[in-house]
């Protein structure tokens, strides 16, 4: 009987935590009724077509290959009057707007990859990121839940360690690491 109970019990509590994350039910203060932003409405493969030439991107053009179980995104047109703050933001419409055939979504630079977040972590920030209109999660919210779940693609490592739920100190070493880490090392390659 224990031989038995345990695997259903394991199974009935991962199976809503798997079934959630890949959707944006759990946020039900993010949805929308415009067709822009509806969750999960982009094959992965496709989203690079999508997205490009958007009025949303700014002008900056992206790559984005489905390989195996891996999204990866690589900028290939960033242009100069954008603000970086644009890079961000690319990623969390993917967040949003891709479906869920990948299990991370890798950030790399003219095909190395350099950083990497899993599915549900970037769903998370996606689903409630709104654009267009004032409705969405706060950014710097958002980009403390994005960067508390990056990781260098190379070692495994957090690109952002010691954070401690400090609102001040944890939202500093976020945008350090944004700033002199992540986008000079993804973006740099592709400013005009």
């Known amino acids: 009987m224990k031989a038995l109970f345990f695997p259903a019990l394991l199974a009935l509590l991962l199976a809503p935590a798997v079934s959630q994350a890949t959707d944006c039910s759990r946020w039900p203060r993010f949805a929308s009724s415009e067709a822009y932003l509806q969750p999960l409405s982009v094959p992965a493969s496709d989203i690079d077509n999508h997205l490009n030439g958007s009025i949303d991107l700014e002008g ?58 899993s599915e549900p972590d970037i769903r998370s920030v996606g689903c409630r990121f709104i654009w267009r209109r004032q409705a969405g999660e706060n950014p710097i919210a958002l980009m403390r839940d994005f960067y508390s779940n990056l990781y260098f693609f190379e070692t495994d490592q957090p690109v952002v360690g010691g954070l401690n739920g400090s609102l001040l100190g944890d939202t500093q070493r976020v945008l350090q690491a944004n700033n002199e880490v992540v986008l000079p090392s993804w973006i740099v390659s592709a400013i005009e």
């Open 60 to 117: 900056i053009e992206i790559a984005a290959d489905l390989v195996g179980r891996e999204l990866q995104l690589d900028v290939l047109h960033y242009p100069g009057g954008v603000t970086a703050a644009a890079a961000l933001r690319v990623v969390f419409m993917i967040g949003r707007l891709s479906d869920e055939s990948y299990d991370r979504l890798v950030l790399v630079d003219e095909g190395v990859p350099l950083f990497y977040i």
